[in-house]
């Protein structure tokens, strides 16, 4: 009898460790399972949090790029713009340089020219009055006259078909390239006489040392004043 209450004591017993030790891994299981997938939860979110940063990320980096690249382009196009423009004022430059330019017009105030020698004369020579025939007192040895087109010129004289205050240039003459005015006349000038014009110095002496020029050009360049 003892000995069946030993035997019954013990299986209650192993029956009770049995059960304490299911309900002990069950549970460990339970929370191992529970801390896994809480685990994974954990992993799944981060892992998703993860993947839509680096989608904004990503997003981000492309507008970036896309702006990038929209600015290089305006900058492209401003400097291809900027580019044209000066080439085509470049060749707008080179057009007008090369634009031929048009020949000058002649412009000449020469009305006529006469070829022939050229004389002096002072107001003291003989026969001279010292008055020229328009009616000017030389006496002082004033040589020149005042024009109000031409300036200060000498004074000569000239043939008759030229009226007083006519405007001669005289060229390659002894005194080089001058202007003077026909202000008198002489017995042996004019066509057809001695010398073609007289040119007034302040004495006989002077004119007589300056000589005659032979093949001088007179440019009438005005008839009368």
């Known amino acids: ?9 013990s299986i209650l017993i192993m029956g009770i460790i049995v059960y304490i030790a299911v309900v002990g891994v069950q549970s460990m299981k339970s929370t191992t399972v529970s801390t896994d997938l809480d685990v994974k939860k954990l992993k799944s979110s981060d892992l998703l949090e993860y993947v839509q940063t680096q989608d904004k990320v990503e997003d981000e980096n492309d507008e970036d790029e896309k702006v990038e690249e ?13 580019n044209e423009k000066e080439e085509a004022k470049e060749e707008d430059v080179v057009e007008e340089v090369s634009a031929p330019m048009p020949d000058p017009q002649p412009v000449s105030d020469v009305l006529e020219t006469q ?4 004389s002096g004369y002072g107001p003291d020579c003989r026969g001279c009055t010292g008055f020229l025939s328009s009616g000017r007192d030389v006496r002082n040895g004033n040589i020149y006259y005042q024009d109000s ?19 001669v240039r ?3 003459s002894r005194l080089g390239t001058f202007l003077a005015i026909v202000l008198d006349r002489g017995g042996s000038v004019g066509f057809g006489k001695s010398h073609l014009f007289d040119l007034l110095y302040s004495s006989s002496a002077e004119a007589l040392a300056n000589e005659v020029s032979y093949n001088t050009t007179f440019e009438i360049l005005r008839y009368g004043y």
Request: no cysteine.
């Open 70 to 82: 929209d600015t290089t382009d305006e900058d492209e196009t401003e400097e291809a713009s900027s």
């Open 149 to 167: 087109t031409y300036g200060q010129v000498r004074i000569l004289a000239g043939d008759k078909s030229y009226s007083y205050g006519t405007i």
């Open 115 to 118: 070829v022939g020698s050229l």
């Open 170 to 172: 005289v060229k390659s």
């Open 1 to 9: 009898m003892k000995v069946f209450s030993y035997i019954l004591s």
